[in-house]
Nanobody
Framework: QVQLVESGGGLVQPGGSLRLSCVAS????????ASWYRQAPGSRRELVAT???????NYADSVKGRFAISRDNAKNTVYLQMNSLKPEDTAVYYC??????????WGQGTQVTVSS
């Protein structure tokens, strides 16, 4: 079973930046698109960003221009660079396969809190 471990979250002021990392125990991201998702309290989990095998990326409108997803296949790791953070970005962030792919077990996520 592939395990996913997210890290890099924390408390940041509005306008600040964070870089999230997601390490997979296997090479799942070498054969599948990878995505970041987030879930705010009382809300459904939503898709934030996707990076496809060829390197193309896609973003939710709410984060376009502020977030950047990338991957390092040699390290089985996917990153999410988050800039110009807003309070509405507060959520638990998770990584997994792309939106059209079969999901692996979800990790514990990493909490991002944007507050002054």
């Amino acid at each position: 079973q592939v395990q996913l471990v997210e890290s890099g979250g924390g408390l940041v002021q509005p306008g600040g930046s964070l870089r999230l990392s997601c390490v997979a125990s296997g090479s799942i991201f070498r054969i599948s698109a990878a995505s970041w998702y987030r879930q705010a309290p009382g809300s459904r989990r939503e898709l934030v960003a996707t990076i496809f095998l060829g390197g193309a990326t896609n973003y939710a409108d709410s984060v376009k221009g502020r977030f950047a997803i990338s991957r390092d296949n040699a390290k089985n790791t996917v990153y999410l660079q988050m800039n110009s953070l807003k309070p509405e970005d507060t959520a638990v962030y998770y990584c997994n396969t792309g939106p059209s792919a079969i999901k692996v077990n979800w990790g514990q996520g990493t909490q991002v809190t944007v507050s002054s």
